[in-house]
């Protein structure tokens, strides 16, 4: 029987990755898009069919995670066998200046879609994926963390991100749904959205390279991050919807890294080596050769409350779901500039 997954943040870095692997494992994919002014699929494109084509597998509704009776309606006429729901306003530093959007999309939009499967009676067929996340561990209790370090969530993100972790929780215990939860840490790749501080600094790199940029701003260079592949992690999301119970999982690299760390690397793919001078807001990173400046500080870019640092122990993944990272943080890095140097 070929089984139904619909995607909730289809449009977005996971989702793309995540129809693509479904598509490869012969699933039938339905997305829920917002509509935009401009177009918002270029993630995704490569995957579309005319829907006037035969066996179109892949199909694209709109909605959005505030809108209850749409939600109810796509997953009434869908059937799915599976929700993944990757929909969420997912910058840590808007959800500061967006606080009540951020917790409507990201904590009521989750159990919105857990309402939406109880009220269609779906309870018993539909499973349920919750992306969940490290920022859920904040101001960090224990190194590493795993699935039993306790939470401390440090930005509204996070505090709905929480929300949505123990209702897709409850409606588990309370209704018996096969309801997970991945704890996901930072994930990357080239399509990652470009406001975050990994491809923000690689098309940094690519355009100075090309002459086109002159210096980056960045804020906290000190944060440190477990930074994977997406494309390895969209693979872990679908083997928790096939386990024979449902449970929550880190999903990590187990070594972490400094944003520091990331500008050196980065702008080493292009041959320049940073030389850092001077401290806190007056800090510069200088092209080592030449002595220009090629990293500015910005505290526009520093977070009210920041999260110092992440690093997951994903043991539980190892020996329960055989998955394991695999994408070195270097050769991400230079996929990442390579990429960038390449179409920009
Ligand atoms: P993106 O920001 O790339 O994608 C988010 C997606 O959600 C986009 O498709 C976006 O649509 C959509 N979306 C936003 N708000 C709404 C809404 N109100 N209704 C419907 N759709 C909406 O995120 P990622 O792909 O990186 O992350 C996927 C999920 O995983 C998110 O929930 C994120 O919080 C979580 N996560 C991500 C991690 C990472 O490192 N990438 C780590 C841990 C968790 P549009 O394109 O129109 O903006
Ligand atoms: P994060 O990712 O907040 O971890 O959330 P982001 O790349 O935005 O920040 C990582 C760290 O870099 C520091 N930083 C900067 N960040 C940005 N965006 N821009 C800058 O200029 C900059 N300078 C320094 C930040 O302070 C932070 O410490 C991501 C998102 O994908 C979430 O949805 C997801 O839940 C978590 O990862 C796990």
């Known amino acids: 029987m070929t089984k139904i997954a619909l995607i909730t943040g289809i449009t977005g870095q996971d989702g793309a990755y995540l129809a693509e692997f479904l598509l490869n494992k012969g699933y039938i994919v339905h997305g829920i898009k917002r509509r935009a002014s401009s177009f918002n699929t270029a993630r995704i494109d490569h995957l579309y069919k005319d829907p006037h084509e035969r066996n179109v597998n892949f199909f694209m509704h709109y909605g959005d995670l505030t809108d209850s009776t749409n939600l109810i309606r ?3 006429e869908t059937q799915p066998d599976e929700i993944y729901n990757l929909a969420a306003q997912s910058h840590v530093q808007v959800s500061f200046e967006t606080p009540e959007y951020t917790a409507n999309s990201d904590a009521l939009g989750t159990l919105r879609l857990l309402e939406a499967i109880r009220i269609l009676g779906l309870e018993k067929k539909t499973k349920f994926y919750q992306a969940s996340t490290s920022e859920l561990y904040g101001k960090v209790q224990e190194i590493p963390q795993s699935e039993t370090t306790p939470f401390y969530p440090r930005s509204p993100y996070a505090a709905a991100k929480l929300y949505a972790y123990w209702i897709t929780i409850n409606y588990r215990e309370a209704y018996g749904m096969f309801a997970c939860n991945g704890i996901l840490f930072n994930h990357e790749s080239p399509i990652r959205g470009e406001t975050f501080v990994t491809k923000k600094i690689t098309m940094a790199v690519a355009n100075i390279k090309k002459g086109l940029q002159e210096k980056l701003y960045l804020g906290n260079l000190d944060a440190k991050r477990d930074w994977g592949f997406a494309g390895d992690y969209v693979e872990a999301m679908w083997l ?31 041959g320049i080596e940073i030389e850092w001078k001077g401290k806190g807001v007056d800090e510069v990173g200088l092209d080592a050769a030449t002595g220009e400046t090629m990293v500015e500080i910005d505290p526009r870019y ?8 992440l690093v997951g122990d994903p043991t539980k993944a190892k020996n329960k779901l055989g998955w394991e990272s695999k994408v070195e943080y270097g ?4 996929m990442m500039v390579d990429e960038d140097l390449r179409k920009f």
Do not use: C, W
Not at 253 to 265: I, Q, Y
Not at 302 to 309: H, K, L
Not at 331 to 334: D, E, I, Q
């Open 331 to 334: 050769n991400l890095v230079k």
């Open 74 to 76: 796509i997953i009434q």
């Open 240 to 270: 928790m919807l096939q386990q024979d119970e449902p449970d929550d999982y880190v999903i990590a690299t187990g070594k972490t890294h400094s944003v520091r760390e990331f500008v050196e690397l980065a702008f080493g793919e292009v």
């Open 302 to 309: 520093y977070r009210p409350t920041e999260v110092d640092i």
